[in-house]
Nanobody, 127 residues
Framework: EVQLVESGGGLVQTGGSLRLSCAAS????????LGWFRQAPGKEREKVSC???????YYADSVKGRFTISNDNAKNTVYLEMNSLEPEDTAVYYC?????????????????????WGRGTQVAVSS
């Protein structure tokens, strides 16, 4: 089983940047899809970005062009670089590991594919 621990959250001003890290143990991340999800107060969890075991990526429309997901297999860590942060990005960010799904040749990031979750890291963006 993969264990995941997020770090790197914090308080930033609008337009600022943060880099979230998710350190994995118990298994090599190169065999899994990794995803970042977030949940804001009073809202449902939403997927932010995913990377497959073949390093194909997915981004939610709301973060395209601002966030970048990457992994370092040697460190068994996945990252989420977040730039041009907005107050709407305020949420608890969770890292997850799961299986890569492809439909019609395209990487499909679906919540149901993820079975191991971290405890989350808080990101707050002030206006």
């Amino acid at each position: 089983e993969v264990q995941l621990v997020e770090s790197g959250g914090g308080l930033v001003q609008t337009g600022g940047s943060l880099r979230l890290s998710c350190a994995a143990s118990g298994a090599a991340i190169e065999n899994y899809a990794l995803g970042w999800f977030r949940q804001a107060p009073g809202k449902e969890r939403e997927k932010v970005s995913c990377i497959s075991n073949k390093e194909h990526t997915y981004y939610a429309d709301s973060v395209k062009g601002r966030f970048t997901i990457s992994n370092d297999n040697a460190k068994n860590t996945v990252y989420l670089e977040m730039n041009s942060l907005e107050p709407e990005d305020t949420a608890v960010y969770y890292c997850a590991a799961g299986w890569s799904s492809y439909y019609s040749g395209s990487f499909y990031c679906d919540d149901s594919d993820f079975f191991s979750w971290g405890r989350g890291t808080q990101v707050a963006v002030s206006s």
